[in-house]
């Protein structure tokens, strides 16, 4: 697996990544609803099992509202695989 944050770290989401590229959030627990809705929530992360392998993904709140690839949302948070996350630098 990749990377490993913990509620509050600030990321930013890479430019690759299919929707929400290049914003900002923090790492927080997902909403009630989500949770109740996906299972496997450890906290702000849970695996997700993939051809390649496990997969950890966290629950990102966005700084901005976002729109999904598909033009859905307006969406507060996400969750989001790690391998796109990093850690943002704070000026």
């Not at 909403?31 to 992360?45: E, F, I, R």
């Not at 390649?52 to 949302?73: L, S």
């Amino acid at each position: 697996m990749d990377k490993e944050f913990a509620p509050g770290d600030r990321v930013r989401i890479s430019e690759q990544y299919h929707w929400a590229q290049g914003i900002t959030g923090t790492i927080a627990a997902p909403p009630d609803a989500v949770v109740s809705m996906v299972d496997g929530w450890q906290g702000p992360w849970r695996i997700v099992e993939a051809l390649k392998g496990p997969i950890r993904f966290y629950w990102v709140e966005f700084d901005e509202p976002q729109r999904d690839a598909d033009g859905d949302g307006p969406y507060f948070g996400a969750e989001i695989d790690s391998a796109f996350l990093s850690f943002e630098r704070l000026m």
